[in-house]
């Protein structure tokens, strides 16, 4: 599916994102990897463009041109790198694909004005749904699934936020999150993409209910990554996530399911102030005996099930089906 | 002009920033000066809400109804207080309206969220338009109109953080920062306004424009102010901008026009790293001597009379007239 859509969309987005004379620009370039700190072209480190992949391709699995959907399939990748470059600032984190963020380059204020450019130049690239032959009425429609999705993906990000430092978050609570921060954008891209592509309503929400579960697929990896990652993929030493005391899925199964000892354990840790390479250690231990890796790799394998069957019901070209199978495969074994 | 709409409106913004359990929405209303950090309904301290108002008052003045224009003027003044809690990110103002500022009570990662949460209930607010009985068509141009305002806003933020630290900025330049950074948003409050209410294309122009110059009166006022405004009113000392090393008109005018030791002078105390109470008086004195203030308070005036004339050819009632002659008169000697 990948190599599918990905020239399309970096013409897309580049065309988006044009080289100025005074600089917010310059940043955003750089922060998708096309550009070094001085503004040189670079030899592009960029982004898997999960997100406008799904959309192009439910547009055009449903039967339309993928023309129609590039304008939201391109706000979609832009909103994502907007909040990656916020997520940055707010996690104090100097690196992403092994080079330094926007704010680790430019400072604090450059690093959020040039996201805010960004989110607009999102928000923007939507004028041009009608000018693909997009009815007003359905530009609109599309707009606002969007903006919804959108603002439930900042309002997961605070919820993440409100969790911080918290052992009492509890599964359903942290998986209503992830269902915001992360699910939101996947369920829209898919359903916009269909409902573009001229599906019926039951079709839409098929790809909808579809990518509900990717979301859930995709974060859920991402959680096992920031903990028992491959350091040389990642970018991070194993138990990272840890380390951060970061909620993640691992911890919060980990500190729903501990009794007594490991319990405490967990407890004693997660409220110190700073956590030891052999804190870490003993946090690891405690959830290979819960089996929480084994668990929430179970967890994925459902979602990517449960991915292919929402579509069962849908007519797919053979073609599309297995494109979506190896999608599955994908996300359940990627390293980073 | 300002009590016509400030019910209106109060109820308009209040309905888009309902309480919540779990925080993004309250930070938002403690934002707004409707609620203490507790939660805590209080008597509102809020702004002035010049931006919403001046979009019902053209979408009025050409002969729509106020419920037309609300979902623009909403969203016009969300944004604009996103913007705010940002901006005390960036500039580390620990105050603003006499109370302790969004991330000086919560931290900078809640603080940029919920400045993110804002931005989008603004957009989501545009999705209500149709409701109000304006057409797909006319929807999707506003809400076009409205992008495109506020990403020239955010490229003015950018370019105004660009220019700090340099003293040879010149006056073409600064103008045209604040004519995004300030004036992109009351342009568009005005000429969304009169296209909503039904005006045709010659009016909008003339309401575009008024803005244009409505948005240059309120910059250069507010620049005043940063430096020669009532401590009481503004809660900041005499010279506070010179203090912050601020590049306002003032200044840029000043650096412009200085010649001989008055330049040397500007220069030595602006690429200094601290500035003390001495070096703030002799700023003062030499704007005194190149007689600063009267240039930019005759430039205020310009724009004011600039504002009424653009309306000349614009069929007004009597009333409407008279408001937009007392808001003028209100923005040139404004003292907060």
Redesign the interface.
């Given at each position: 599916m990948f190599p599918r859509y990905k020239a399309r969309i970096g013409d897309a987005l580049r065309l988006r994102l044009p080289g100025d004379g005074?600089?917010?620009y310059h940043l955003l370039r750089y922060s998708m990897g096309w550009a070094d700190a001085e503004g040189n072209a670079i030899v592009a480190t960029e982004g898997k463009a999960l997100r406008p992949t799904l959309c192009l391709f439910a547009c055009e699995a449903a039967g339309g041109t993928l023309e129609r959907a590039m304008p939201a399939a391109v706000s979609l990748e832009l909103v994502h790198n907007f909040s990656l470059i916020?997520d940055d600032?707010?996690?104090r984190d100097e690196t992403r694909h092994h080079r330094p963020t926007v704010w680790a380059t430019w400072g604090?204020?450059?690093a959020?004005?040039?996201g805010?450019?960004m989110?607009?130049?999102a928000?923007?690239s939507?004028?041009e749904l009608?000018q693909k032959s997009v009815?007003?009425?359905d530009?609109?429609r599309v707009?606002?699934l969007l903006?919804?999705a959108?603002?439930e993906m900042?309002?997961g990000?605070?919820?993440d936020?409100?969790y911080e430092g918290r052992s009492d978050v509890g599964m359903r609570a942290y998986l209503g999150m992830i269902s915001k921060k992360t699910g939101a954008l996947f369920r829209c891209a898919l359903n916009v993409g269909a409902l573009l592509g001229g599906a019926d309503p039951s079709t839409v929400k098929a790809f909808d209910e579809c990518g509900r579960h990717l979301g859930f697929a995709f974060q859920i990896r991402d959680d096992v990554l920031g903990i028992w990652g491959d350091g040389v993929a990642t970018g991070k030493p194993v138990g990272a996530d840890v380390r951060r005391k970061k909620n993640s899925l691992p911890i919060v199964y980990a500190m729903a399911k501990a009794r007594g000892t490991d319990a405490s354990l967990l407890k004693t840790v997660y409220s110190s102030e700073t956590i030891d390479d052999e804190a870490v250690d003993s946090v690891l231990q405690t959830m290979d005996r819960l089996e929480v890796k084994e668990y929430t790799e179970d967890l994925v394998a459902e979602h990517c099930d449960a991915t292919l069957s929402t579509l069962d019901d849908v007519k797919l070209s053979p073609e599309d089906r297995k494109d979506i199978e190896e999608l599955c495969h994908f996300l359940s074994v990627r390293q980073h």
């Open positions: 005074y600089g917010a916020h600032v707010q996690d604090d204020a450059k959020l004005v040039a805010n450019v989110n607009l130049v928000d923007a939507l004028a009608v009815s007003f009425e530009a609109n707009a606002g903006t919804q959108y603002l900042i309002e990000q605070y919820l936020l409100s």
